[in-house]
């Protein structure tokens, strides 16, 4: 091959991420059009073969054989066709060797048009590589700088390409800053005339599931696994794990030490909560769990209406329900039940057993107050002298008392006499 032409196929290969032959393709397509517009006519449908050794070209007008020609400049009848071939037969391709025997002299205006058809075909070609590539990572987490804002909508540049994070796909009151690095979900990716359009989220349950994987190795080795997911972006998000290994966590691995994977999450969510839910196949066990950090009396489940009844106890009600119905929505998404949640008293009415018992403690109270006769009323003196005769031990005002009532009572005695 000449070097310095294969020296820039080789860059161009490089900077486009296309094949060389493929490159290789698009300069005889090039160089076809440059000699249809020298040498050809319109019925002619001109194919250029290119030898990048010695750089040498062989032109010929290539034609399908066909019953009924739709396309002159492509198709030929059977009979025409064998006037160039006497083999020819319906379907074969017909070449025709138009190549000048003087060579090609290619003018300005010609040359315009063939590097007008590489750099088309290029372009092309590049967009067809960049759709294949991020169509192949459709519900992939991926790294990506704020651009430039638009409104509400927020472009990010992902490298070789540019992707849309609509008002739609947003973390409800997250600020977005020019040239800051945010990670972001590929959510779909569509095929235009302009390239592909890659539309961009935030908001999609499979951010919280993609962290967790690239946060928890377990969850990445297929050692732990997501069973279901609900969520509410920028407020709170209920997770069901399960391990596939006897002896593994799946809450604990989710949560780390002190909390640091889950925290690492919630942290690139802007601090959304998320409720670390251990999965059951059981229905039951699973609504309890999902309502989780509320505590469950118990859960009825109606199959055929996809519906479940819980009894919570009345203090746990408005922890179950959550605030705006959020912990029961949430519970609700995540299981795939319809949750109907009421609150509940511990007991039922009292037994016969214990009706009795207290009657008996009643009556026998009645008649206890019964036999209790009230106390004489004390009549009012002096000054109370103590019995001593019962044991009663005087007190020093007492006694002070008892002595001034004795002499007063010696003195009532002189006086009569």
Known sequence: MNEEFGAALA????????DKNEILKMIEASLAAAFRKDYGNKDQNIVVELNPENM??????????????????KEVTLEDAKKLKKSAK????????????????????????????????LREAERNVLFTEFKAKERQLITGVVQRMEKDTVLVDMGRATGVLFPSEQIKNEQYKIGSRIKVLILHVESTAKGPKITLS???????????????????????????????????????????????????????????????????????KIDIIEWSE??????????????????TLNEAAKEAKVGVMEDQLSLAIGKAGQNVRLAARLSGWKIDIAGEKIGGPETPEVESEAEEVKEAVEEVEKQEEPEPEQK?????VPDLGKGEVPTEN???ETEVGEEMQEGSTESNE
């Open 56 to 73: 040498a070209m062989k032109i010929f007008d290539v034609k399908t054989v066909v019953e009924t020609p739709e396309d002159l400049q």
């Open 11 to 18: 860059e161009i290969a490089e900077e486009k991420g296309l």
């Open 398 to 400: 007492q006694k002070a």
């Open 380 to 384: 009012p003196t002096d000054a109370h």
């Open 202 to 272: 935030r908001s999609h349950p499979d951010v919280v599931r993609r962290l967790f994987e690239i946060e928890v190795p377990e969850i990445f080795n297929g050692v732990i696994e997501i069973k279901a997911l609900a969520r509410e972006a920028g407020s709170r998000s209920k997770v069901g794990v399960s391990s596939n290994q006897d002896g593994v966590d799946p809450i604990g691995a989710c949560v780390g030490q002190r909390g640091t994977r889950v925290q690492t999450v919630m942290a690139e969510l802007g601090g959304e």
């Open 282 to 299: 059981d229905p039951v066990k699973f609504i309890a769990n999902s309502l989780s950090p509320a505590k469950i009396i118990n859960v």
């Open 90 to 121: 319906m379907g074969d391709e017909i070449r025709t060797d138009i190549t000048p025997k003087t060579g090609t002299n290619f003018g300005r205006i010609a040359a315009q048009t063939a590097k007008q058809v590489i750099i088309q075909k």
